[in-house]
């Protein structure tokens, strides 16, 4: 398989934006920035010294490979106009199944950035790993040679590996960013400024990243089995119904886990 030196995306959001500044600062060529909205696609390729468009016979077709990175219920929609049979593309999500992109194309695969993204913070992606998955070994070793350019964490996993991944990745980021917002938002309801737990929140986060086994280091009431105070607590949440109803159940989780049937809420 040829070099890759010239790149297309199909989609300008979050992650398209910051995988094609990155990519394009570090030697490669974006040819085109296609989007379902032409606005979105003009301020992406401006960035990079792109074409950006709306129209689907506008996309360049000479590129060496054409990263797709839309929401998954609308790729398999958006590809159907799109001929590009005998190119590489790849798409960006860590739940599509890449077996899905192979009806558009004979060389297919997956570069998933693990990290979340906002087309307005600036990530720096030589932090972070990137997840390469395919079933072609071409088409392993040429992503591979587009990844490690901006990052040295490189991962090769089956279809199944990244999966699993992605779930893990939705409990440590999606579940974690909720659980902190309600308690953010249940302080501040209190007349409490969060910046009291501030401490506590990134002592958490990094004995928990330290600890290789960090189940055995769980504390707190639920951990103790103390259902009393459990029962006050959840008393006092009447107020706030999904934050009482979050309360008992990850406590009832924690409770299960370190204490079997004995405790029930």
Same mark, same amino acid.
């Given at each position: ?7 297309s995306? #199909? ?8 995988l ?10 974006? +040819? ?7 606005q979105?696609?003009t ?12 129209? *689907? ?6 590129s ?5 990175s839309l929401? +998954?219920?609308? #790729? ?12 590489l ?11 899905? *992109? ?9 570069? =998933? ?8 913070i600036?990530? +720096?992606?030589?932090t972070?790993?990137? #997840? #390469?998955? %395919?079933?072609n ?8 040679s ?8 490189t ?8 999966k699993?991944l ?11 960013h909720?659980? *902190?917002?309600? %308690?953010?938002? =249940?302080c ?6 969060f910046?009291?737990l ?5 002592h958490?986060v990094?004995?928990f990243s ?13 951990r ?11 008393? %006092? ?12 159940d990850l406590?009832?989780?924690? *409770?299960?886990e370190?204490?079997?049937?004995? =405790?029930k809420?």
């Amino acid at each position: 398989m040829n070099e890759i030196k010239t790149i297309s995306f #199909i989609g300008s959001g979050n992650v398209a934006t910051n995988l094609a500044i990155a990519l394009n600062a570090n030697g490669f060529t974006i +040819d085109t920035i296609l989007s379902q909205t032409l606005q979105n696609a003009t301020v992406l390729a401006a960035k990079v010294n792109a074409k950006g468009t709306d129209e *689907l016979n506008q996309l360049d077709q000479t590129s060496d490979l054409y990263i797709i990175s839309l929401k +998954d219920d609308v #790729i398999g929609t958006f590809l159907k106009g799109l001929n590009l049979y005998n190119r590489l593309l790849v798409h960006t999500s860590g739940s599509y199944e890449t077996t899905k *992109l192979t009806k558009f194309s004979t060389k297919t695969g997956s570069f =998933y950035p693990l990290q979340t993204f906002n087309k307005d913070i600036s990530v +720096d992606l030589s932090t972070i790993p990137i #997840i #390469i998955e %395919s079933e072609n070994s071409e088409v392993i070793e040429a992503l591979l040679s587009v990844a490690k350019r901006l990052t040295k964490k490189t991962h090769i996993l089956n279809a199944s590996q990244k999966k699993a991944l992605h779930i893990s990745a939705i409990g440590i980021n999606n579940f974690t960013h909720f659980i *902190l917002s309600k %308690s953010k938002q =249940y302080c501040e309801s209190n007349n409490l400024t969060f910046n009291l737990l501030k401490p506590l929140l990134k002592h958490t986060v990094e004995s928990f990243s330290n600890e290789e086994m960090p189940l055995q280091k769980q504390t707190g009431p639920a951990r103790r089995g103390d259902v009393a105070i459990i029962n006050k607590h959840i008393e %006092s949440l009447t107020s706030d119904k999904e934050f009482q109803a979050m309360y008992k159940d990850l406590s009832q989780y924690i *409770l299960s886990e370190f204490h079997g049937e004995k =405790y029930k809420l």
